[in-house]
């Protein structure tokens, strides 16, 4: 019996789990990628300087979980391959009108945030189910990098909301009430 073909070379069979996990982790790398694109544009537009050291911090992290990802797809015997994720490409252009639209200081930096969690949360669902799949099919150590992976995009995203709630959406909103009272 030939031997069963694995990864690309599977294209177009997708029935079975196995193979919609190796799917799963390619998605996962093209979005990683895109992050490691978009996330300097984010640290360079963000005015409040832990904003810009979290996006900062993020990036190394990021950097990380594309290795990650690649060391998965060894250990299931496929060439790393991304496969291209519209969603994120959307993600990464919200970003961009953010950082070409939004004047004010705080503001941006507020919505900048929002739109940083649209990507974490993007990562996080992905994350949560390509790990279930590892689990299930007994790939343990796929599963602990995923996990690894899957804790720092929390962490993150808590991080992004500790910062809003901390200090940055209050600015945007005292800025606002500024303005509303100059133009009084
Ligand atoms: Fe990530």
Known sequence: MA???KGAQARGNYSNLHQLLI????????VERELV?????LAKNATSDELREAFEMHLEETEIHVERLEEAMDLLDV???AEKVEGIRGIAEDGSWVIKNIRDDA??????IAAAQYAEHFEIAGYGSAREWARLMGHTEV???LSKTLEEEEAANEKL???????INERANADQ????AEVM
Do not use: F
């Open 177 to 180: 009430e500024q303005e509303e």
């Open 107 to 112: 503001a941006r930096d507020a919505a900048l």
């Open 23 to 30: 799917l799963k982790l390619e998605a996962l790398y093209d």
């Open 143 to 145: 599963e602990e990098l």
């Open 161 to 167: 909301t500790e910062l809003a709630e901390g200090g």
């Open 3 to 5: 031997k069963a073909k």
């Open 79 to 81: 060439e790393p391959r």
């Open 37 to 41: 694109k978009v996330l300097p544009k």
